[in-house]
């Protein structure tokens, strides 16, 4: 057998990797320009004259221009993640523009392709859901959390349109994944422990300053440290862990420039901040309009439990009874090893608990769904994969007592029979709702044609591109297109006939003619000129995302 072929046959989770990358690879030219990401770009397009020593000895060197076109706002936003994408994009580019056309203006093009190194960092995410699962289950249930992790539609479609908060769950991920590893490695005294240790601080140190939260990943390691009884005792086990500490920090360091100028007040600065996340922006919730710091409490868990696929939440319940009973029919020669993975096991819901506790009892503002909490989701789907385990199981033996067919108890063919009925929701949301997935809602509220002007869909206006490119079609003489929010998102796949104006609510500056852009956004769609003929509406599934009205 070809060496290559046995190596994809023995490790799934790379087929899998290469299916979804190939996806990618076909689709990532379909989604639009999400609200966020322009200025996001500007930032990490900056990031080069932070690091350039000609900059810094030219006699005139100001950190802010290293900040982008919104170094108000970003600045705060630790750029780890950007510093280290922004080479595969300009890699990327480099191969030559006509590998990735988007329109006519470059702005189109850039998004293009950080949606690409975006999707591609995402893959590197489910690689370590399966690598991180290993660790309490068998390989068929850690490729089934893994594929069942990658094809939530949530978490699909914004992979390719968000830079912060995947990117962030990745980093996050792989820091309590190798710091677990680092300090079993520490504790057997292995060879290549110092490998080890740089690697975890590597991604602690990237994971902290891409959010301040970070930090939270090296306590979870260092509870992990505690609980090993006999590298606890040891000198050496201790310089280890300290040396793992001090090279995190040296990494965020280096990596987020905002720090070089007062590293102490403006770390616990923005970690005041972020715990507060002042904004009052509105959000459409139960088909009324709130204001992110006044949410009711219900909120997150509502936006929880129906944005994630229908099995979710029975499956990850099961999991944990599952998971925590097993540690306690344990005997004998498994019984330390049965410790460990109990440690880890409560570690890892420890992740999950408090983070959850925090949104309760702290009730810092929240919108757009639970975008900003996707770090906390890898122990729900551990959680997830070992009541998989405990499903195949059952079903392999109760098939082999009623003397079926042996093939029809094949834990292969029963594997794969299940996994598919698991998946179908998430499948189905992938290729109805394309390329705008993270609008998903599950059937326990009725889909997203029923969230529809109940909840927020497209919040982020990603459906810009599509209304806009159908414009094009229409219309060969010069048209303005008037557009209430953030009309910059649709200006790259506008053709040269068409004039994008930012609209102020001042009705003298719409004309017969004019074409006006609205989105579902707090419903704004059923407000904004409702009487004007329709041109063009971008929908999923019932679910109205774009609407452009002609003014008669």
Known sequence: ????????????????????????????????????????????????????????????????????????????????????????VYGLEALGSGIIPVGDHPAGNRTSTWHLVNFLAFQFGVYLLHRFARRWMKEPAAFFTAVFFSLQPLLWG??????????????FLASVCFGFEMVDAIDSGAKDRTKRILLASFFLGIATSIRVLGPFAG????????????????????RSFILYGMASVVIMFVTWPYLWENPFVNFFGVLRFMSDNPTQLGLLFEGKIYRANNLPLRYFPFMFATTLTEPVLPLSALGMIVGFGRFFKARGVDRDKSRDQFVTLVLILLWFVTLAAYIFIRRPAMYDGIRHFLFILPPVFVFIGLAFEFILEKMIEIFRRINL????SSPTWLGAGLTLILLVPGLYGIIKLHPYQYTYYNFYIGGTSRAYQNYETDYWLTCYKDAVQALNERTDAPARLIIKREAYLAEPFANKNLQIIQFDNATEDVSPGDFVLSNSRTNDNLTMYPRAPIVTEISRVGAKFCTIRQIP
């Open 158 to 171: 914004h992979a390719f349109i968000n830079p912060k908060d995947p990117p962030f769950l990745t980093f």
């Open 1 to 88: 057998m070809n060496p290559v072929f046995k190596r994809l046959v023995e490790k799934p989770i790379l087929i899998l990797i290469a299916v979804n990358i190939l996806i990618g690879l076909l689709i990532f030219r379909d989604y639009g320009t999400a609200w966020d990401e322009p200025l996001f770009y500007s930032y990490g397009d900056a990031l080069g004259y932070a690091y350039s020593p000609s900059e810094w000895f030219s006699g005139d060197f100001d950190m802010y221009r290293s900040y982008g076109a919104s170094g108000g706002d970003h600045r705060n936003r630790g750029p780890a993640y950007l510093l280290l994408a922004r080479n595969f």
């Open 405 to 408: 067919p042996a093939w029809t």
């Open 219 to 238: 306590l979870l390691v260092f509870l992990y440290f505690l609980s090993k009884q006999n590298t606890r005792k040891e000198k050496s086990a201790w």
